[in-house]
């Protein structure tokens, strides 16, 4: 028997990728503090808040026999800064306006749990962005797109016309490594 797999998270880009590798699943709410601590390596954040939401997931789901909980993270990182999802636009501009012409990480976590073992995947990407004015930025910022994005942006919609080049995985930007997803689901019986 296959175990039943929830995916521990709000965001739709998750549900989209995690449908593209064809797993069943379900979606569990969980609301977890995304917040850095002081001296905290931008990975080990990553990490530990995909870890956090794996973790509140089965808690949700707690009881349920055969029950595997899938968390996960995305931040952009440039020169040590995390960029989260922006408040407002204001703040996605700044951010935009600090990516262009520029190479920036995206770090993308995926943890997996179930009552007995835990175990989690990196998928590290560098995305170098065209330079952009500032006519460009408003109107990216007035398209509503960069909100609930890491970094302002969405790769996979209209920022895919700032990307000059990707180096690493285009999922993982997108918010769900799929190889090591798979790989770890696999792992825990959670895909064929
Ligand atoms: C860089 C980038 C990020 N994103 C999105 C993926 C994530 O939804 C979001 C990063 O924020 P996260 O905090 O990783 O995720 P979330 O708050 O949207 O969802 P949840 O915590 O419930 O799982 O940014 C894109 O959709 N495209 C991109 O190109």
Same mark, same amino acid.
């Given at each position: 028997?296959?175990?039943?797999?929830?995916?521990?998270?709000? @965001?739709?880009?998750?549900?989209?990728?995690?449908?593209?590798?064809?797993?069943?699943?379900?979606?569990?709410?969980?609301?977890?503090?995304?917040? +850095? $601590?002081?001296?905290?390596?931008?990975?080990?954040?990553?990490? +530990?808040?995909? %870890?956090?939401?794996?973790? $509140?997931?089965?808690?949700?789901?707690?009881?349920?026999?055969?029950?595997?909980?899938?968390?996960?993270?995305?931040?952009?990182?440039?020169?040590?800064? &995390?960029?989260?999802?922006?408040?407002?636009?204001?703040?996605?501009?700044?951010?935009? +306006?600090?990516?262009?012409?520029?190479? !920036?990480?995206?770090?993308?976590? &995926? =943890?997996?749990?179930?009552?007995? %073992?835990?175990?989690?995947?990196?998928?590290?990407?560098?995305?170098?962005?065209?330079?952009?004015?500032?006519?460009?930025?408003?109107?990216?910022?007035? @398209?509503?797109?960069?909100?609930?994005? $890491?970094?302002?942006?969405?790769?996979?919609?209209?920022?895919?016309?700032?990307?000059? !080049?990707?180096?690493? @995985?285009?999922?993982?930007?997108?918010?769900?490594?799929?190889?090591?997803? =798979?790989?770890?689901? %696999?792992?825990?019986?959670?895909?064929?």
């Amino acid at each position: 028997m296959r175990a039943m797999l929830y995916l521990a998270s709000q @965001s739709p880009r998750r549900r989209q990728l995690l449908e593209q590798i064809g797993v069943r699943f379900e979606v569990v709410d969980v609301d977890v503090i995304e917040a +850095r $601590a002081p001296g905290e390596a931008a990975q080990a954040y990553v990490e +530990r808040v995909a %870890r956090d939401k794996a973790r $509140a997931g089965l808690r949700r789901v707690d009881g349920e026999r055969a029950a595997v909980v899938l968390g996960a993270d995305t931040e952009v990182v440039l020169d040590d800064v &995390v960029f989260g999802k922006p408040a407002d636009a204001e703040e996605a501009a700044a951010m935009l +306006r600090r990516l262009a012409g520029r190479t !920036h990480r995206v770090i993308s976590a &995926v =943890c997996v749990a179930d009552g007995a %073992r835990e175990a989690c995947a990196v998928s590290l990407s560098e995305v170098t962005f065209a330079p952009l004015d500032e006519a460009a930025i408003a109107a990216y910022v007035a @398209s509503g797109e960069p909100f609930g994005k $890491a970094g302002a942006y969405a790769i996979q919609g209209r920022a895919a016309a700032f990307v000059a !080049h990707l180096a690493g @995985s285009y999922s993982g930007v997108m918010g769900l490594p799929l190889f090591e997803t =798979c790989g770890l689901l %696999r792992a825990f019986g959670a895909a064929p």
